[in-house]
């Protein structure tokens, strides 16, 4: 029951005209042009990684949507915790070979940490990751062969 503006059975807070919300919708935050990466993050890409050459900033943008994923699956879905998993794994692979052929200013390392951390950048996100990778205590983690993006590309495909 709502009181206030203020959720009393513990699901969700709104507080009418200040846009604070916390549950799903406020852990996954705002995609207004529906490319899979929520806004803040993508005024990350359009502010600070204009640099990037456009093979290495669309592998960039891959792993970013990976990342979005973790907060945007129902944790009890063991199937869409692993494909997630993967997605990530895939994803990381791709930016690694993408830096490889087409290098940034910015190691791929240092740029997927960076994109990380201004996906999981609240308490309630920090702890949405942790619980997922929790999830994935004893999953062998395996990377492409020398395939880079295109074992991403087949990945999405399949699911």
């Not at 503006?5 to 009418?16: P, R, Y």
Request: proline letters at 4%; glycine letters at 8%.
């Amino acid at each position: 029951m709502v009181k206030n503006g203020f959720l009393v059975a513990g699901l969700l807070v709104l507080i009418s005209g200040c846009g604070l919300a916390v549950g799903p919708a406020a852990l996954i935050g705002s995609d207004d042009n529906g490319n899979g990466v929520r806004d803040s993050v993508d005024r990350y890409f359009v502010d600070d990684l204009k640099v990037l050459p456009a093979p290495l900033r669309r592998a960039a943008y891959e792993l970013a949507r990976a990342y979005e994923q973790v907060l945007r699956i129902e944790l009890s879905d063991r199937r869409a915790v692993y494909r997630v998993g993967d997605q990530m794994s895939l994803a990381t692979a791709c930016l690694y070979s993408t830096a490889r052929d087409h290098p940034g200013p910015i190691a791929p390392g240092l740029l997927s940490r960076a994109i990380e951390n201004r996906t999981y950048n609240s308490t309630a996100r920090v702890k949405r990751l942790r619980a997922f990778s929790k999830l994935q205590d004893g999953r062998v983690w395996v990377h492409p062969d020398d395939r880079g993006c295109s074992a991403l590309s087949e990945f999405q495909l399949a699911q």
